[in-house]
């Protein structure tokens, strides 16, 4: 079982930066797939930036440029750091483990980042 926590959301104005982090728990956090996913209020749940194991990134096009997502495998945690902030970006994000190199199968319990105009 893992579990993920996630911290760091909060209110912005646009033009602004915040960072997020996850905690997870597990001993083989650096053999899993991570990824942040967001919500915004009646959308679906997308695809926001994904880190392998190796360290390799990956990101959505509407964040490209703006979003950078690292590791720290020694404590267990993956960041997002998101910066130029906009609007648009206002949603729940969510942190996902790939622990079996199947799909995401353990989720965090959401952080809200909302952003100002």
């Known amino acids: 079982q893992v579990q993920l926590v996630e911290s760091g959301g909060g209110l912005v104005q646009a033009g602004g930066s915040l960072r997020l982090s996850c905690a997870a728990s597990?001993?083989?956090?650096?053999?899993?797939?991570m990824g942040w996913f967001r919500q915004a209020p009646g959308k679906e749940r997308e695809f926001v930036a994904g880190?392998?194991?190796?360290?390799?990134?990956y990101y959505a096009d509407s964040v490209k440029g703006r979003f950078i997502i690292s590791r720290d495998n020694a404590k267990n945690t993956v960041y997002l750091q998101m910066n130029s902030l906009k609007p648009e970006d206002t949603a729940v994000y969510y942190c996902?483990?790939?622990?079996?190199?199947?799909?995401?199968?353990?989720w965090g319990q959401g952080t809200q980042v909302t952003v100002s105009s």
């Open positions: 996902a483990a790939d622990t079996r190199q199947d799909g995401y199968d353990y």
């Open positions: 597990g001993r083989t956090f650096s053999s899993y797939l």
């Open positions: 880190i392998s194991r190796s360290g390799g990134k």
